[in-house]
């Protein structure tokens, strides 16, 4: 295994259910932050949390897109323009999926759509450092790499390692939670404020890939 290149957050929103007339969301998303300089990721992460300070007036709030207000997201994505990553957004529309698998299997769901966001990366990614919110077991996790390292690293070294990693500790993947759920919100919303958020995000993205 060689050194990391590039560190590589992952995070969703939206569900992996089909009950599109019970609850479940529409639309899957899911995106990555790309840093191509680990010290460019520091300063990134240190500007997060002095922005998580002056808004919240405490060290341990998160920053989660569904749940802070309007005008916190649109300060969130001022104090994130002058750092330098990317992104990459994968938007699934479930009424279009056909695939009985992906449909009837969660974990299927999820393990597929992580897949193909890290290996349809357009050469954007490679010798990364890969860290995913979630939690779980540890033979889920274990099972869940593999499956990754070994999907990903047959042809070309796509990833070096990667880690489940916790949003409430984590405030490059609450970055990554506010990415994705801005690109959404704007894919189904045409509300001139939401609109204008998205223009702060617009030219670090380099892809919203919409699978069909």
């Known amino acids: 295994m060689g050194k990391p290149l590039q560190?590589?957050?992952i995070d969703e929103t939206g569900d992996p259910g089909f009950k599109l007339d019970g609850g479940s969301s529409p639309i899957f998303a899911i995106g990555m932050v790309i840093f191509s300089d680990f010290l460019e990721a520091e300063k990134t992460s240190v500007a997060i949390?002095?922005?998580?300070r002056d808004i919240f007036h405490n060290d341990h709030a998160?920053?989660?897109?569904s749940k802070i207000r309007p005008e916190f997201r649109h300060r969130f994505f001022e104090a994130m323009a002058p750092f330098d990553f990317t992104v990459?957004?994968?938007?699934?529309?479930k009424e279009k999926l056909r695939s009985k698998n992906l449909k009837s299997n969660k974990g299927s769901f999820y393990n597929y759509f992580v897949k193909m966001?890290?290996?349809h990366n357009k050469g954007t990614v490679a010798n990364a450092s890969v860290k995913i919110d979630g939690?779980?077991?540890r033979e889920f996790k274990r099972k869940f790499c593999?499956?990754?390292s070994g999907e990903l690293n047959a042809q070309n070294r796509i990833v070096e390692k990667i880690k489940f990693a916790d949003s409430r500790s984590d405030v490059l993947i609450q970055l990554a939670d506010m990415v994705v759920g801005c690109v959404r919100r704007c894919h189904e919303s045409e509300n001139k404020?939401?609109?204008k958020m998205f223009a702060l995000l617009k030219p670090k993205i380099s892809d919203i890939w919409k699978f069909e």
Do not use: A, H, P, W
């Open 117 to 119: 966001l890290l290996k």
């Open 135 to 137: 939690s779980g077991d």
């Open 7 to 9: 560190l590589v957050l």
């Open 62 to 65: 998160e920053f989660k897109f």
């Open 193 to 195: 404020e939401e609109q």
């Open 88 to 93: 990459r957004v994968l938007l699934v529309e």
């Open 49 to 52: 949390k002095q922005l998580r």
């Open 146 to 148: 593999s499956y990754l």
